[in-house]
Nanobody, 123 residues
């Protein structure tokens, strides 16, 4: 069983940066793609980014493309989300999860969700 723990969230002003971490324990997840999703109050969980198991391919939501960068360190069993030029609309709880098959953009394709980390961007 894999357990994922997100960290790195916080309060930042618009235009600022944060780096989120997603640490896995229980077993290695180097054989899985890993994705980041986010959920704002009153809204559905939405795809942010995903990275393939080797780290050589990544996918991003249009809303974060050019501002966010996903990366992974399989030796540390950790996936990162570097978030730059943050906007108030980026405010949400951010989750990571392991991809189990199917569309990379659908939350239904992922398992082993972490508890989430809050990101708040003030204007």
């Amino acid at each position: 069983q894999v357990q994922l723990v997100e960290s790195g969230g916080g309060l930042v002003q618009a235009g600022g940066s944060l780096r989120l971490s997603c640490a896995a324990s229980g077993r290695t997840f180097s054989s899985n793609a890993v994705g980041w999703f986010r959920q704002a109050p009153g809204k559905e969980r939405e795809f942010v980014a995903t990275i393939m198991r080797s780290g050589d391919s990544t996918y991003y939501a249009d809303s974060v493309k050019g501002r966010f960068t996903i990366s992974r360190d399989n030796a540390k069993n950790t996936v990162y989300l570097q978030m730059n030029s943050l906007k108030p609309e980026d405010t949400a709880v951010y989750y990571c999860a392991g991809h189990m098959g199917g569309s990379y953009y659908s939350s239904g394709s992922y398992r082993f969700w972490g508890q989430g980390t809050q990101v708040t961007v003030s204007s």
